[in-house]
Protein backbone atom coordinates (compact mmCIF):
# COMPACT_ATOMS: atom_id res chain seq x y z
CA UNK A 1 0.00 0.00 0.00
CA UNK A 2 2.37 2.15 0.89
CA UNK A 3 4.70 2.02 -2.54
CA UNK A 4 2.25 3.22 -4.70
CA UNK A 5 2.10 6.57 -2.75
CA UNK A 6 5.41 7.07 -2.70
CA UNK A 7 5.97 6.96 -6.00
CA UNK A 8 3.47 9.49 -6.66
CA UNK A 9 5.36 11.66 -4.70
CA UNK A 10 8.51 11.29 -5.45
CA UNK A 11 7.58 12.01 -9.64
CA UNK A 12 6.54 15.76 -9.15
CA UNK A 13 10.25 16.37 -7.87
CA UNK A 14 12.36 14.82 -9.99
CA UNK A 15 12.05 17.26 -13.28
CA UNK A 16 14.33 20.20 -13.06
CA UNK A 17 12.74 23.63 -13.65
CA UNK A 18 11.74 24.03 -17.60
CA UNK A 19 12.86 27.83 -17.59
CA UNK A 20 16.33 26.97 -16.38
CA UNK A 21 17.13 24.61 -18.92
CA UNK A 22 17.80 26.25 -21.92
CA UNK A 23 16.99 24.28 -25.54
CA UNK A 24 20.48 23.80 -27.24
CA UNK A 25 21.14 26.27 -30.36
CA UNK A 26 20.78 23.30 -32.94
CA UNK A 27 17.78 22.09 -31.17
CA UNK A 28 16.37 25.82 -31.54
CA UNK A 29 17.72 25.81 -35.08
CA UNK A 30 15.67 22.38 -36.25
CA UNK A 31 12.43 23.62 -34.65
CA UNK A 32 12.51 26.66 -36.58
CA UNK A 33 13.53 24.81 -39.65
CA UNK A 34 11.16 22.33 -39.61
CA UNK A 35 8.20 24.42 -39.26
CA UNK A 36 9.39 25.23 -43.37
CA UNK A 37 7.68 22.41 -45.30
CA UNK A 38 9.05 23.68 -48.48
CA UNK A 39 12.56 23.53 -46.88
CA UNK A 40 12.22 19.92 -45.30
CA UNK A 41 10.76 18.58 -48.59
CA UNK A 42 14.13 20.33 -50.13
CA UNK A 43 16.10 18.64 -47.69
CA UNK A 44 14.56 15.43 -48.30
CA UNK A 45 15.25 15.45 -51.84
CA UNK A 46 18.96 16.98 -51.55
CA UNK A 47 19.64 13.80 -48.71
CA UNK A 48 18.28 11.42 -51.87
CA UNK A 49 20.43 13.05 -54.25
CA UNK A 50 23.28 13.09 -52.05
CA UNK A 51 22.94 9.02 -51.48
CA UNK A 52 22.73 8.61 -55.00
CA UNK A 53 25.66 10.29 -55.58
CA UNK A 54 28.07 8.53 -52.82
CA UNK A 55 26.68 5.24 -53.53
CA UNK A 56 26.40 5.80 -57.62
CA UNK A 57 27.91 2.53 -58.42
CA UNK A 58 25.90 0.33 -56.61
CA UNK A 59 22.54 2.39 -56.74
CA UNK A 60 22.73 2.73 -60.78
CA UNK A 61 21.38 -0.30 -62.45
CA UNK A 62 24.00 0.10 -65.56
CA UNK A 63 27.26 1.12 -66.00
CA UNK A 64 26.58 4.96 -67.59
CA UNK A 65 28.96 4.39 -70.34
CA UNK A 66 28.71 1.20 -71.48
CA UNK A 67 26.20 1.54 -75.54
CA UNK A 68 23.45 -0.96 -75.45
CA UNK A 69 23.59 -0.65 -79.76
CA UNK A 70 20.12 -2.54 -79.47
CA UNK A 71 18.58 -0.29 -77.71
CA UNK A 72 19.13 3.24 -79.13
CA UNK A 73 16.61 6.02 -77.84
CA UNK A 74 14.34 3.51 -75.91
CA UNK A 75 11.26 5.40 -74.28
CA UNK A 76 10.68 5.79 -70.50
CA UNK A 77 8.82 2.50 -69.28
CA UNK A 78 5.86 4.18 -69.12
CA UNK A 79 5.52 4.61 -72.79
CA UNK A 80 4.77 2.55 -75.73
CA UNK A 81 8.33 0.61 -76.30
CA UNK A 82 9.37 0.94 -73.13
CA UNK A 83 11.04 -1.65 -71.46
CA UNK A 84 12.02 -2.16 -67.25
CA UNK A 85 15.56 -2.85 -68.20
CA UNK A 86 16.05 0.77 -69.09
CA UNK A 87 13.54 2.56 -66.50
CA UNK A 88 13.92 6.16 -68.20
CA UNK A 89 14.73 4.99 -71.17
CA UNK A 90 18.17 5.47 -73.31
CA UNK A 91 19.84 7.79 -75.47
CA UNK A 92 21.35 8.26 -78.61
CA UNK A 93 24.14 5.62 -77.90
CA UNK A 94 22.25 3.54 -76.21
CA UNK A 95 22.99 4.09 -72.32
CA UNK A 96 20.86 4.01 -69.90
CA UNK A 97 19.41 7.67 -69.03
CA UNK A 98 18.73 6.84 -65.15
CA UNK A 99 22.36 5.57 -64.37
CA UNK A 100 23.74 8.16 -65.89
CA UNK A 101 21.64 10.74 -64.46
CA UNK A 102 22.52 9.07 -61.09
CA UNK A 103 26.53 9.21 -62.06
CA UNK A 104 25.99 12.72 -62.97
CA UNK A 105 24.89 13.78 -59.56
CA UNK A 106 28.17 12.79 -58.07
CA UNK A 107 29.47 15.37 -60.79
CA UNK A 108 27.08 18.28 -60.15
CA UNK A 109 27.42 18.08 -56.37
CA UNK A 110 30.78 17.94 -56.61
CA UNK A 111 30.82 21.34 -58.35
CA UNK A 112 28.69 23.09 -56.48
CA UNK A 113 30.13 22.14 -53.28
CA UNK A 114 34.16 22.68 -54.37
CA UNK A 115 33.07 26.14 -56.54
CA UNK A 116 31.32 27.21 -52.94
CA UNK A 117 34.44 25.90 -50.84
CA UNK A 118 36.92 27.38 -53.09
CA UNK A 119 34.88 31.15 -53.02
CA UNK A 120 33.18 30.91 -49.69
CA UNK A 121 36.97 31.02 -47.97
CA UNK A 122 38.51 33.61 -49.84
CA UNK A 123 35.68 35.29 -50.14
CA UNK A 124 35.12 35.98 -46.30
CA UNK A 125 38.43 36.72 -45.77
CA UNK A 126 38.62 39.59 -48.30
CA UNK A 127 34.97 40.87 -46.42
CA UNK A 128 37.08 40.50 -43.23
CA UNK A 129 39.73 42.07 -44.54
CA UNK A 130 37.77 44.99 -46.43
CA UNK A 131 35.50 45.65 -43.36
CA UNK A 132 38.48 45.77 -40.81
CA UNK A 133 40.73 48.12 -42.70
CA UNK A 134 38.37 50.74 -44.18
CA UNK A 135 40.57 53.38 -45.04
CA UNK A 136 43.33 52.36 -48.35
CA UNK A 137 42.27 48.20 -47.96
CA UNK A 138 38.83 47.99 -47.98
CA UNK A 139 37.83 50.19 -50.97
CA UNK A 140 40.29 49.12 -53.14
CA UNK A 141 38.77 45.57 -52.27
CA UNK A 142 35.36 46.66 -53.35
CA UNK A 143 36.48 48.84 -56.61
CA UNK A 144 37.97 45.29 -57.62
CA UNK A 145 34.75 43.43 -56.70
CA UNK A 146 32.60 45.51 -58.14
CA UNK A 147 33.99 45.68 -61.45
CA UNK A 148 33.60 41.88 -61.47
CA UNK A 149 29.93 42.19 -60.17
CA UNK A 150 29.86 44.38 -63.35
CA UNK A 151 30.62 41.93 -66.33
CA UNK A 152 27.25 39.24 -66.61
CA UNK A 153 28.42 36.86 -64.45
CA UNK A 154 28.12 33.81 -67.07
CA UNK A 155 29.84 35.60 -69.83
CA UNK A 156 32.51 35.94 -67.01
CA UNK A 157 32.57 32.27 -66.37
CA UNK A 158 32.33 32.06 -70.81
CA UNK A 159 35.75 34.14 -70.49
CA UNK A 160 37.64 32.21 -67.60
CA UNK A 161 36.52 28.97 -69.29
CA UNK A 162 37.99 30.40 -72.78
CA UNK A 163 40.82 31.52 -71.02
CA UNK A 164 41.95 28.42 -69.00
CA UNK A 165 40.68 25.59 -71.43
CA UNK A 166 37.86 23.91 -71.10
CA UNK A 167 37.54 21.14 -68.60
CA UNK A 168 36.10 20.37 -64.84
CA UNK A 169 38.72 22.05 -62.42
CA UNK A 170 39.25 24.98 -64.78
CA UNK A 171 35.01 24.79 -64.61
CA UNK A 172 35.39 24.71 -60.59
CA UNK A 173 37.59 27.83 -60.62
CA UNK A 174 35.36 29.86 -62.86
CA UNK A 175 32.18 29.49 -61.42
CA UNK A 176 34.43 30.11 -57.81
CA UNK A 177 35.68 33.16 -59.27
CA UNK A 178 32.08 34.46 -60.52
CA UNK A 179 30.36 34.28 -57.17
CA UNK A 180 33.17 35.52 -54.97
CA UNK A 181 31.50 39.21 -54.89
CA UNK A 182 28.65 38.43 -53.53
CA UNK A 183 30.48 36.60 -50.41
CA UNK A 184 33.18 39.73 -50.24
CA UNK A 185 30.22 42.26 -50.09
CA UNK A 186 28.03 40.56 -47.72
CA UNK A 187 30.91 39.57 -45.07
CA UNK A 188 31.84 43.24 -45.11
CA UNK A 189 28.26 44.36 -44.82
CA UNK A 190 27.94 42.25 -41.93
CA UNK A 191 31.55 42.90 -40.77
CA UNK A 192 30.24 46.68 -40.29
CA UNK A 193 27.48 46.20 -38.75
CA UNK A 194 29.11 44.16 -35.96
CA UNK A 195 32.21 46.20 -35.54
CA UNK A 196 30.54 49.14 -34.23
CA UNK A 197 28.50 47.08 -31.32
CA UNK A 198 30.05 47.53 -27.73
CA UNK A 199 31.13 43.88 -27.57
CA UNK A 200 33.95 44.41 -30.30
CA UNK A 201 35.00 47.13 -27.95
CA UNK A 202 35.01 44.48 -24.89
CA UNK A 203 36.93 42.01 -26.86
CA UNK A 204 39.42 45.07 -27.93
CA UNK A 205 39.90 46.07 -24.12
CA UNK A 206 39.99 42.20 -22.88
CA UNK A 207 42.95 42.12 -24.82
CA UNK A 208 42.23 40.22 -28.28
CA UNK A 209 44.41 40.96 -30.91
CA UNK A 210 43.64 41.73 -34.77
CA UNK A 211 43.41 37.96 -35.67
CA UNK A 212 41.41 36.91 -32.53
CA UNK A 213 39.08 39.85 -33.52
CA UNK A 214 38.51 39.18 -37.00
CA UNK A 215 38.00 35.17 -36.61
CA UNK A 216 36.49 34.60 -33.48
CA UNK A 217 34.74 37.56 -32.14
CA UNK A 218 32.86 38.94 -35.24
CA UNK A 219 33.09 36.20 -38.00
CA UNK A 220 30.87 33.71 -36.04
CA UNK A 221 28.31 36.47 -35.46
CA UNK A 222 28.17 37.09 -39.58
CA UNK A 223 27.80 33.44 -40.52
CA UNK A 224 23.90 33.43 -40.59
CA UNK A 225 23.65 35.26 -44.65
CA UNK A 226 26.94 33.80 -45.55
CA UNK A 227 25.51 29.73 -45.19
CA UNK A 228 22.23 31.42 -46.40
CA UNK A 229 24.29 32.39 -49.08
CA UNK A 230 26.14 29.69 -49.71
CA UNK A 231 23.28 27.04 -50.33
CA UNK A 232 22.04 29.48 -52.39
CA UNK A 233 25.14 29.65 -54.68
CA UNK A 234 25.40 26.38 -54.29
CA UNK A 235 22.50 25.45 -56.71
CA UNK A 236 23.71 28.56 -59.02
CA UNK A 237 26.71 26.46 -59.08
CA UNK A 238 25.40 23.67 -60.76
CA UNK A 239 23.30 25.78 -62.89
CA UNK A 240 26.37 27.76 -64.22
CA UNK A 241 27.77 24.43 -64.74
CA UNK A 242 25.16 23.24 -66.64
CA UNK A 243 25.43 26.45 -68.73
CA UNK A 244 29.13 25.88 -69.44
CA UNK A 245 27.97 22.47 -70.30
CA UNK A 246 25.54 22.86 -72.31
CA UNK A 247 27.96 25.22 -74.17
CA UNK A 248 30.44 22.83 -74.25
CA UNK A 249 33.00 24.61 -71.71
CA UNK A 250 32.57 22.62 -69.21
CA UNK A 251 32.55 19.03 -68.35
CA UNK A 252 33.85 17.01 -71.71
CA UNK A 253 31.65 14.12 -72.92
CA UNK A 254 31.44 11.02 -72.26
CA UNK A 255 31.49 12.28 -68.72
CA UNK A 256 28.03 11.87 -67.45
CA UNK A 257 26.89 15.41 -66.35
CA UNK A 258 23.73 17.05 -66.68
CA UNK A 259 24.50 20.32 -68.53
CA UNK A 260 26.85 18.13 -71.20
CA UNK A 261 23.71 15.51 -71.53
CA UNK A 262 21.47 18.14 -72.02
CA UNK A 263 23.61 19.53 -75.07
CA UNK A 264 24.43 16.01 -76.54
CA UNK A 265 20.64 15.33 -76.61
CA UNK A 266 19.33 18.52 -78.22
CA UNK A 267 19.60 16.90 -81.52
CA UNK A 268 16.77 14.64 -80.59
CA UNK A 269 14.36 16.98 -79.54
CA UNK A 270 11.57 16.09 -81.49
CA UNK A 271 12.40 12.44 -81.73
CA UNK A 272 13.14 11.60 -78.05
CA UNK A 273 11.77 14.35 -75.89
CA UNK A 274 12.63 12.27 -72.90
CA UNK A 275 16.88 12.23 -73.55
CA UNK A 276 16.65 16.34 -73.51
CA UNK A 277 13.80 16.94 -70.84
CA UNK A 278 14.56 13.95 -67.91
CA UNK A 279 18.14 15.75 -67.51
CA UNK A 280 17.06 19.40 -67.58
CA UNK A 281 13.99 18.23 -64.71
CA UNK A 282 16.88 17.21 -62.49
CA UNK A 283 18.75 20.09 -62.97
CA UNK A 284 15.30 22.08 -62.13
CA UNK A 285 14.70 20.04 -59.09
CA UNK A 286 17.54 20.05 -57.54
CA UNK A 287 18.39 23.85 -57.77
CA UNK A 288 14.66 24.32 -56.55
CA UNK A 289 15.12 21.24 -53.60
CA UNK A 290 18.42 23.82 -52.39
CA UNK A 291 16.83 27.25 -52.65
CA UNK A 292 13.84 25.76 -50.96
CA UNK A 293 16.19 24.23 -48.10
CA UNK A 294 18.10 27.80 -48.46
CA UNK A 295 14.92 29.98 -47.84
CA UNK A 296 14.36 27.63 -44.68
CA UNK A 297 18.04 28.38 -43.44
CA UNK A 298 17.93 32.04 -43.85
CA UNK A 299 14.03 31.92 -41.53
CA UNK A 300 15.73 29.66 -39.02
CA UNK A 301 19.09 31.86 -38.62
CA UNK A 302 18.08 35.39 -39.45
CA UNK A 303 16.94 36.86 -35.86
CA UNK A 304 14.88 39.53 -37.44
CA UNK A 305 13.12 37.06 -38.90
CA UNK A 306 12.05 34.76 -36.16
CA UNK A 307 8.85 35.31 -34.93
CA UNK A 308 9.54 33.64 -31.45
CA UNK A 309 10.40 36.73 -28.90
CA UNK B 1 51.06 59.01 -5.84
CA UNK B 2 47.02 58.63 -7.56
CA UNK B 3 46.22 55.75 -9.60
CA UNK B 4 45.02 57.38 -12.85
CA UNK B 5 46.79 60.46 -13.69
CA UNK B 6 45.85 62.73 -16.77
CA UNK B 7 47.19 66.02 -17.82
CA UNK B 8 46.10 68.19 -20.89
CA UNK B 9 44.44 65.59 -22.84
CA UNK B 10 43.44 66.41 -26.33
CA UNK B 11 41.62 64.26 -28.64
CA UNK B 12 40.96 65.45 -31.93
CA UNK B 13 39.31 63.46 -35.25
CA UNK B 14 41.13 64.57 -38.03
CA UNK B 15 44.54 66.93 -38.46
CA UNK B 16 45.88 68.42 -35.85
CA UNK B 17 43.86 71.90 -36.30
CA UNK B 18 40.66 70.27 -36.03
CA UNK B 19 38.13 71.11 -33.05
CA UNK B 20 39.30 69.20 -30.12
CA UNK B 21 36.79 66.54 -28.64
CA UNK B 22 38.07 66.82 -25.87
CA UNK B 23 40.06 69.70 -24.51
CA UNK B 24 42.73 69.88 -22.24
CA UNK B 25 41.41 67.17 -19.62
CA UNK B 26 43.01 67.14 -16.36
CA UNK B 27 42.03 64.67 -14.36
CA UNK B 28 42.80 62.18 -10.88
CA UNK B 29 41.82 59.48 -10.06
CA UNK B 30 43.07 57.74 -6.10
CA UNK B 31 42.87 54.33 -5.35
CA UNK B 32 39.90 52.98 -3.86
CA UNK B 33 37.91 56.14 -4.99
CA UNK B 34 34.16 56.83 -6.79
CA UNK B 35 34.80 59.87 -9.62
CA UNK B 36 31.46 60.62 -11.11
CA UNK B 37 31.71 62.69 -14.48
CA UNK B 38 28.97 64.26 -16.40
CA UNK B 39 27.66 66.19 -18.70
CA UNK B 40 25.19 65.84 -21.69
CA UNK B 41 25.87 63.81 -24.23
CA UNK B 42 28.50 64.77 -27.16
CA UNK B 43 30.94 66.74 -23.97
CA UNK B 44 33.76 64.04 -24.44
CA UNK B 45 32.63 62.04 -21.63
CA UNK B 46 33.28 58.72 -23.58
CA UNK B 47 35.78 59.73 -25.60
CA UNK B 48 37.85 60.07 -22.68
CA UNK B 49 37.65 57.06 -21.15
CA UNK B 50 38.70 55.50 -24.86
CA UNK B 51 41.86 57.46 -25.34
CA UNK B 52 42.83 56.17 -22.05
CA UNK B 53 41.94 52.81 -23.17
CA UNK B 54 44.16 53.43 -26.33
CA UNK B 55 41.08 52.74 -28.15
CA UNK B 56 40.67 55.31 -30.33
CA UNK B 57 41.28 54.62 -33.96
CA UNK B 58 42.78 56.67 -36.64
CA UNK B 59 41.87 59.60 -37.63
CA UNK B 60 41.69 59.97 -33.87
CA UNK B 61 44.68 61.38 -32.21
CA UNK B 62 45.65 61.80 -28.36
CA UNK B 63 47.91 64.49 -27.07
CA UNK B 64 48.57 64.98 -23.34
CA UNK B 65 51.19 66.28 -21.84
CA UNK B 66 50.97 62.86 -18.99
CA UNK B 67 48.51 59.87 -19.05
CA UNK B 68 49.72 57.19 -16.36
CA UNK B 69 47.46 54.52 -15.06
CA UNK B 70 49.15 52.77 -12.04
CA UNK B 71 52.62 54.17 -12.61
CA UNK B 72 52.44 53.20 -16.76
CA UNK B 73 52.86 55.67 -19.49
CA UNK B 74 49.61 54.86 -21.46
CA UNK B 75 50.81 56.79 -23.83
CA UNK B 76 54.17 54.74 -24.70
CA UNK B 77 53.31 51.27 -24.37
CA UNK B 78 53.29 49.28 -27.01
CA UNK B 79 49.87 47.44 -27.86
CA UNK B 80 50.77 44.39 -26.60
CA UNK B 81 52.13 45.84 -23.29
CA UNK B 82 48.76 47.85 -23.52
CA UNK B 83 46.26 44.64 -23.67
CA UNK B 84 48.22 42.92 -20.57
CA UNK B 85 46.76 46.41 -18.67
CA UNK B 86 43.43 47.25 -19.74
CA UNK B 87 41.17 44.55 -19.61
CA UNK B 88 43.07 43.10 -15.87
CA UNK B 89 43.90 46.26 -13.78
CA UNK B 90 41.46 48.29 -15.95
CA UNK B 91 38.09 47.66 -17.17
CA UNK B 92 34.72 48.52 -18.56
CA UNK B 93 31.32 48.30 -18.60
CA UNK B 94 29.33 49.56 -21.20
CA UNK B 95 26.12 51.32 -21.69
CA UNK B 96 23.79 48.97 -23.89
CA UNK B 97 23.88 45.66 -21.83
CA UNK B 98 22.25 43.84 -24.80
CA UNK B 99 24.98 44.26 -27.35
CA UNK B 100 28.08 44.22 -24.74
CA UNK B 101 27.99 40.33 -25.01
CA UNK B 102 29.00 38.54 -27.91
CA UNK B 103 26.02 36.49 -29.16
CA UNK B 104 27.62 33.90 -30.81
CA UNK B 105 28.90 32.29 -27.21
CA UNK B 106 27.99 31.54 -24.04
CA UNK B 107 28.08 33.72 -20.98
CA UNK B 108 30.19 30.89 -19.39
CA UNK B 109 32.80 30.76 -22.17
CA UNK B 110 33.01 34.58 -22.62
CA UNK B 111 34.22 35.06 -18.67
CA UNK B 112 36.34 32.26 -19.09
CA UNK B 113 37.59 33.83 -22.21
CA UNK B 114 39.06 36.78 -19.90
CA UNK B 115 39.97 34.61 -17.14
CA UNK B 116 42.16 32.50 -19.71
CA UNK B 117 43.62 35.79 -21.14
CA UNK B 118 44.42 37.72 -17.65
CA UNK B 119 44.76 34.94 -15.18
CA UNK B 120 46.01 31.75 -17.09
CA UNK B 121 43.53 29.86 -15.48
CA UNK B 122 42.18 27.19 -17.62
CA UNK B 123 39.45 23.99 -17.53
CA UNK B 124 38.07 23.20 -14.89
CA UNK B 125 39.76 26.32 -12.48
CA UNK B 126 38.35 28.89 -14.64
CA UNK B 127 34.63 27.32 -15.26
CA UNK B 128 35.12 27.47 -11.31
CA UNK B 129 35.84 31.18 -10.84
CA UNK B 130 33.78 31.98 -13.74
CA UNK B 131 30.91 30.44 -11.60
CA UNK B 132 31.56 32.80 -8.71
CA UNK B 133 31.90 35.67 -10.16
CA UNK B 134 28.25 34.75 -11.63
CA UNK B 135 27.60 34.47 -8.19
CA UNK B 136 29.65 37.52 -6.94
CA UNK B 137 27.11 39.74 -9.21
CA UNK B 138 23.73 38.11 -7.96
CA UNK B 139 22.78 36.07 -10.62
CA UNK B 140 20.17 33.74 -9.34
CA UNK B 141 20.21 30.32 -10.47
CA UNK B 142 24.50 30.69 -11.31
CA UNK B 143 25.12 26.86 -12.80
CA UNK B 144 22.74 26.59 -15.03
CA UNK B 145 23.69 30.80 -16.89
CA UNK B 146 27.17 29.80 -17.84
CA UNK B 147 25.47 27.84 -20.72
CA UNK B 148 23.10 30.37 -21.45
CA UNK B 149 23.59 32.42 -24.71
CA UNK B 150 23.18 36.62 -23.93
CA UNK B 151 19.82 36.65 -26.02
CA UNK B 152 18.71 34.34 -23.35
CA UNK B 153 18.79 36.35 -20.80
CA UNK B 154 17.37 39.93 -19.97
CA UNK B 155 18.86 43.45 -19.98
CA UNK B 156 19.60 43.49 -16.08
CA UNK B 157 20.91 39.93 -16.02
CA UNK B 158 22.55 40.96 -19.15
CA UNK B 159 24.19 43.88 -17.50
CA UNK B 160 25.17 41.73 -14.29
CA UNK B 161 27.10 39.37 -16.31
CA UNK B 162 29.29 41.97 -18.11
CA UNK B 163 30.08 43.82 -14.77
CA UNK B 164 30.97 40.05 -13.99
CA UNK B 165 33.09 39.94 -16.79
CA UNK B 166 34.63 43.46 -16.29
CA UNK B 167 35.95 42.00 -12.86
CA UNK B 168 37.23 38.83 -13.38
CA UNK B 169 40.67 40.64 -13.73
CA UNK B 170 40.23 42.27 -10.26
CA UNK B 171 40.38 45.54 -11.74
CA UNK B 172 42.44 48.19 -9.68
CA UNK B 173 39.94 50.56 -11.99
CA UNK B 174 36.44 50.12 -13.45
CA UNK B 175 34.92 51.95 -15.52
CA UNK B 176 31.24 52.34 -15.97
CA UNK B 177 30.30 54.28 -18.82
CA UNK B 178 26.39 54.90 -18.00
CA UNK B 179 25.76 51.19 -17.05
CA UNK B 180 22.35 51.77 -16.30
CA UNK B 181 21.08 53.78 -18.96
CA UNK B 182 19.50 51.05 -21.17
CA UNK B 183 17.86 49.75 -18.04
CA UNK B 184 14.41 50.34 -15.93
CA UNK B 185 14.40 52.03 -13.34
CA UNK B 186 13.53 49.40 -10.67
CA UNK B 187 17.04 47.19 -12.14
CA UNK B 188 19.04 50.65 -12.57
CA UNK B 189 18.76 51.06 -8.70
CA UNK B 190 20.11 47.02 -8.60
CA UNK B 191 23.22 47.90 -10.58
CA UNK B 192 24.03 50.26 -8.73
CA UNK B 193 24.35 49.08 -5.84
CA UNK B 194 25.98 46.15 -6.77
CA UNK B 195 28.74 48.46 -8.82
CA UNK B 196 29.01 49.91 -5.67
CA UNK B 197 29.16 47.06 -3.18
CA UNK B 198 31.63 45.75 -5.46
CA UNK B 199 33.76 48.64 -5.34
CA UNK B 200 33.94 48.81 -1.75
CA UNK B 201 34.66 44.90 -1.80
CA UNK B 202 37.27 45.36 -3.87
CA UNK B 203 38.43 48.26 -2.79
CA UNK B 204 39.15 49.48 -6.69
CA UNK B 205 38.60 53.08 -7.76
CA UNK B 206 35.38 53.63 -10.20
CA UNK B 207 34.56 56.47 -12.56
CA UNK B 208 31.07 56.57 -13.22
CA UNK B 209 29.97 58.37 -16.55
CA UNK B 210 26.35 58.79 -16.21
CA UNK B 211 23.81 61.95 -16.91
CA UNK B 212 21.70 60.96 -13.42
CA UNK B 213 22.62 63.72 -11.24
CA UNK B 214 20.64 61.70 -8.39
CA UNK B 215 23.19 58.62 -8.79
CA UNK B 216 25.90 61.20 -8.81
CA UNK B 217 24.44 62.45 -5.35
CA UNK B 218 24.51 58.98 -4.36
CA UNK B 219 27.35 57.64 -4.88
CA UNK B 220 30.68 59.59 -6.01
CA UNK B 221 32.70 61.49 -3.72
CA UNK B 222 33.65 63.65 -6.37
CA UNK B 223 32.41 65.08 -9.42
CA UNK B 224 33.84 66.22 -13.12
CA UNK B 225 31.34 68.18 -14.82
CA UNK B 226 32.16 68.24 -18.39
CA UNK B 227 30.94 70.72 -21.38
CA UNK B 228 31.69 70.66 -24.96
CA UNK B 229 35.07 68.49 -24.15
CA UNK B 230 36.02 70.38 -21.10
CA UNK B 231 35.73 69.71 -17.60
CA UNK B 232 34.18 72.90 -16.16
CA UNK B 233 33.98 72.25 -12.18
CA UNK B 234 35.65 69.21 -10.33
CA UNK B 235 34.73 69.54 -6.71
CA UNK B 236 33.42 67.18 -3.81
CA UNK B 237 29.94 65.68 -3.56
CA UNK B 238 27.65 67.41 -1.14
CA UNK B 239 29.44 70.62 -2.27
CA UNK B 240 29.12 71.28 -5.60
CA UNK B 241 25.55 70.10 -5.33
CA UNK B 242 24.93 72.62 -2.88
CA UNK B 243 27.27 75.59 -4.18
CA UNK B 244 27.99 75.09 -7.26
CA UNK B 245 30.69 77.28 -9.32
CA UNK B 246 30.41 77.09 -12.51
CA UNK B 247 27.09 78.49 -14.01
CA UNK B 248 27.28 75.19 -16.15
CA UNK B 249 26.70 73.08 -13.18
CA UNK B 250 24.36 75.23 -11.74
CA UNK B 251 22.07 74.81 -14.50
CA UNK B 252 22.33 71.38 -15.06
CA UNK B 253 21.15 71.26 -11.37
CA UNK B 254 18.33 73.45 -11.86
CA UNK B 255 17.31 71.33 -15.07
CA UNK B 256 16.57 68.63 -12.31
CA UNK B 257 13.00 68.09 -12.74
CA UNK B 258 12.19 68.38 -8.87
CA UNK B 259 13.91 71.40 -9.04
CA UNK B 260 11.15 73.36 -11.01
CA UNK B 261 7.84 71.94 -9.25
CA UNK B 262 5.34 74.39 -9.59
CA UNK B 263 6.88 75.94 -12.28
CA UNK B 264 5.59 75.95 -16.12
CA UNK B 265 8.03 74.64 -17.90
CA UNK B 266 11.19 72.94 -16.71
CA UNK B 267 14.22 75.13 -15.81
CA UNK B 268 16.63 75.42 -19.17
CA UNK B 269 19.64 76.94 -20.68
CA UNK B 270 19.05 78.20 -24.05
CA UNK B 271 20.72 77.60 -26.95
CA UNK B 272 22.54 74.18 -27.70
CA UNK B 273 26.30 73.02 -26.98
CA UNK B 274 28.51 74.27 -29.69
CA UNK B 275 29.51 72.61 -32.42
CA UNK B 276 32.63 72.34 -35.00
CA UNK B 277 32.06 75.68 -36.75
CA UNK B 278 30.52 77.79 -34.19
CA UNK B 279 32.91 77.00 -31.39
CA UNK B 280 33.09 80.99 -29.42
CA UNK B 281 36.65 82.87 -29.35
CA UNK B 282 35.80 82.84 -25.74
CA UNK B 283 34.59 80.73 -22.62
CA UNK B 284 32.72 78.03 -24.09
CA UNK B 285 29.60 78.70 -22.46
CA UNK B 286 29.64 82.48 -23.29
CA UNK B 287 26.91 82.36 -25.82
CA UNK B 288 24.59 80.59 -23.16
CA UNK B 289 25.75 81.93 -19.84
CA UNK B 290 23.10 84.37 -18.06
CA UNK B 291 26.22 85.50 -16.15
CA UNK B 292 28.41 86.86 -19.15
CA UNK B 293 30.72 89.41 -18.99
CA UNK B 294 32.72 91.14 -21.75
CA UNK B 295 35.87 89.66 -21.03
CA UNK B 296 34.18 85.92 -21.20
CA UNK B 297 33.56 86.33 -24.97
CA UNK B 298 37.11 87.24 -25.76
CA UNK B 299 39.08 84.73 -23.26
CA UNK B 300 39.32 81.20 -22.26
CA UNK B 301 39.14 80.99 -18.17
CA UNK B 302 41.41 78.20 -17.08
CA UNK B 303 40.48 75.53 -14.76
CA UNK B 304 40.96 77.04 -11.39
CA UNK B 305 41.08 76.04 -7.53
CA UNK B 306 38.10 78.15 -6.28
CA UNK B 307 36.37 78.42 -2.90
CA UNK B 308 34.80 75.01 -3.04
CA UNK B 309 36.25 73.49 -5.76
CA UNK B 310 38.56 73.76 -9.41
CA UNK B 311 35.89 75.75 -11.65
CA UNK B 312 36.68 77.00 -15.40
CA UNK B 313 34.92 80.81 -14.74
CA UNK B 314 36.36 83.94 -14.50
CA UNK B 315 32.94 84.65 -12.55
CA UNK B 316 32.52 81.71 -9.98
CA UNK B 317 29.20 81.77 -8.58
CA UNK B 318 28.61 80.87 -4.24
CA UNK B 319 32.61 81.88 -3.69
CA UNK B 320 31.40 83.16 0.37
CA UNK B 321 33.16 80.92 2.84
CA UNK B 322 30.41 79.70 5.35
Given at each position: ?????????????????????????Y????Q??S???????GL?????I??????A?????????E?Y??????P????E???????L???EL?R?????L???A?LS????????????I???????????FP????????R?MD??????????????????????????I????V???S?????????????N?????AA???G???????????L?NC?A?????A??S???A?L???A???LG????P?????G?M???A??????A??????????????VL????M??G???A????????A | ???LQ???????????????????L?L??????V???????G?G?S?T???L??L?????????D??S?DG?????????Q????????????F????TA???S??????I?E??RQ??G?R?K??R?R?L?L????????A??????Y????????S?R?????????EP????????TT??????????????L?????QNM??I???H?L???????????????GQ??E????P?LF?????P??E??????P?????????????G?????????????L???????????R??RPS????????????????Q???
Amino acid sequence: MTTPIAKTVTTPATPVDQSLLYPSPYKEFWQAFSRNKGAVAGLMFMCLIVFCALFAPWVAPHNPSEQYRDFLLTPPVWLEGGNWQFILGTDELGRDLLSRLITGARLSLLIGLSSVLISLIPGVFLGLLAGFFPRILGPSIMRLMDVMLALPSLLLAVAIVAILGPGLINTVIAIAIVSLPSYVRLTRAAVMGELNRDYVTAARLAGAGLPRLMFVTVLPNCMAPLIVQATLSFSSAILDAAALGFLGLGVQPPTPEWGTMLASARDYIERAWWVVSLPGLTILLSVLAINLMGDGLRDALDPKLKNAA
Amino acid sequence: MSLLQIKNLNVRFGDANAVPVVDGLDLNVNEGEVLAIVGESGSGKSVTMMALMGLIDAPGRITADALSFDGNDMLKLSGRQRRKVVGKDMAMVFQDPMTALNPSYTVGFQIEEVLRQHLGLRGKAARQRALELLKKVEIPAAESRLDAYPHQLSGGMSQRVAIAMAIAGEPKLLIADEPTTALDVTIQAQIMELLLNLQKEQNMALILITHDLAVVAETAKRVCVMYAGQAVEVGQVPELFDLPAHPYSEALLAAIPEHSEGAERLATLPGIVPGRYDRPEGCLLSPRCPYVQDNCRRQRPSLDPQAHSQVRCFYPLNQEVA
